[in-house]
Each structure stands twice: as structure tokens, then as C-alpha cells.
């Protein structure tokens, strides 16, 4: 946290932390935006907190989390491959995993969601 | 587990630029490294330098008669609050700022108060010859200049002509640069031979009001 400290995003990384170290065994390592803005206690539309977010997803020293995409087309889920959100991303184009057609304002189907990193996980079994 | 869509994310962040950004890098921060990536990275950099200078340029009584380090930690510090790893080390063994995402994307910059272009000359050659590495991903780097005088417009002509005088293997893609606040040059690395984009950026700080209390103000904080 040292280098965080002292900075906007401080307090909600620290709940946040706080939040993935202290959940009960057993508990799913699996959570959705609104779980963890909940645990933050704050709003979607702050951006500190979606901050907060982006430095678990990718900071070198506090890499607790990892997003991954759902793809929820109205009839089934299906989990989302990285590398196909990131060229949808890109193009703006994603095909459908099973009919491979390409599906039109796709960002609308596609829900990000988290799961905990090997770190988070090593920390947890170490507590 | 399935609530907020990527559309959703999207709606909520377009009248927040800091928003906007942060949501970016946390799917940008997800994803394998790569040179779409890195370049999807040097937009966002970009984008949150334009927010910081905006910032910066709408009170420059507050910052007018800083230092160049201080002058650096102000103008980066709305960047803490979007996602980034930002450092302003801003001393003699270490380059003014450093962006980061994750472990593999870096942008440096290197900042002077405007004291003529020989000066910026010396800040672009400790930039590009002792800091920048042009390694994979680390191509991109930035020349920040405070400019306290008129016409900031100016200064980042004079400049520009003097980087392409002086400039050891300088390209620049748009001269001649007119009315300009910014441009932007290339060089290749002497260490890996990559081809390094440089943003050269002005941020006016120039403050020198001619009603009596703003007069009054100047005279006071000298």
C-alpha cells in the first residue's frame, strides 16, 4: 500500500484490501462491480474508486484481482476468452463464441466481472 | 456476479474524463500486453496530461512562482486519482515522471520551467539520452514545459526550431508548427534503435494580472 499512500485513491484501496483479505473462508473469490463498490462504500459514478479497481487489476505491488467478460446473449452465459475482448475492444467487433456472427453493439451484452489473483490468493492462505 | 454491462461502464463515464480513464485502464489492465495495448496506453496518457494541463492552465496564481519540482507534482497529481502508477521523483538521479500500467507499459517525462529553448534543450537531451531505455512497450515519452511568459504560443515555436536544428536524428512530422501549444517529434534510440515518439507540450502558468487587486496579489506573494 506504501506506495498508494498519502494519494486520492488511498482510502478506498485500503477498504478494498481490507474487503479481499478479510472474507470468510469459503466465501466465493468471484465479485461484481457492485459487490466491491458496496464493500467500498461508494457509487459507480465516483472515480476513485474505479481507480481503486484499476490499481488491483494491474499494479505491479497490489495485483489482487483479475477481470474477466461474460457474455450474456439473452438465451445462455458464456465465459469470454481475454484475447477476444481485447480485439473487440479494438475493432468493436465480437463474434458470438458459439455461431461465431458478429454481434452488433456488443457492449451491451458483455459484463466484466472479477476474480482473485494467485497473489490475493497466497495472501489469503498465508492469514 | 453479472451486473453493470460494458455498456453500462461506458454511459456512466461520458461526461467524467477522470472516470472515463480509469474505467479504460481497468480493462486495458486485464488484458496480455501488447502493441495495441501500449498504444490504447499512450492515448490514455495523453488524454489524462490534457485534464492535468487544463487544470493546471485554469489557476496559474496558484502556480506561477513555483519550482520545477513542485510544478511537476502539481500538474500530475489529478493522474493518482484515475489509475495510473505515477511517479514525480523530480531529482537529479531520476527523470521528473513516470506513468506506469502493470509491469509492462511506461511513459517518461521530463519537465522545465521555459528559460529559452537551449535550456529545454538540456532537459530533451537528459530525457532522451540517460532515461528513456526504448525498450518493448517503453517508446513513448513526453517533454513538459511551464512557461511563465506571454505568449507560451511562442515559446514552444522557438522551440521546435531549435529541437530541429539541434536534434540528433529528429523528425518532425508537422513543421512548420503554427500557433502552436504542442507538437510532436521522433528519434531513434541509440541503446535498442527503436523509433521514440516524443509529445512536447507547453502549460502556461503565466500570471500577471493589470487590475489593481490582481496587482495588489502579485506584488504580494513575491
Known sequence: MRKWDGTPVEPLLSALVEFLLTLAEGHALTFSYSALCKAAETSMESSTFQAAVSVL?????????????ILD?????????????????????????????????????VYPYFEASNTLREARNRA | MKDYSQKDLLLLAQRNPALSIAIHLTALGGEPPSKDGYDEFNGLVDDALDFCIREMERQPQLHYDQNEDRLSKSLISPMLGMGFEVDSKANGGNVDVAIELGRSYSWLGESKIWDGPAYIFEGYLQLTTRYASGGEYQTSVGMITFCGLKRSDQAMLDWANHLSANGKDVSIPNMPIIGSTG???????????????VRHMSVSIYFKPEDKSGRARVSKSK
Open chain 2, 183 to 197: 507538437f510532436r517529434s521522433t528519434y531513434r534510440s541509440e541503446r535498442s534503435g527503436a523509433v521514440m515518439s
Open chain 1, 57 to 69: 487489476v494491474s499494479s505491479r505491488s497490489l495485483h489482487l484481482l483479475d477481470i474477466h467478460y
Open chain 1, 73 to 109: 446473449d439473452g438465451n445462455e452465459e458464456y465465459e469470454l476468452a481475454d484475447k477476444d475482448v481485447a480485439h473487440a475492444r479494438r475493432t468493436g467487433k465480437l463474434a458470438h463464441p458459439e455461431t461465431g456472427v458478429v454481434i452488433e453493439d456488443y457492449e451491451r451484452f
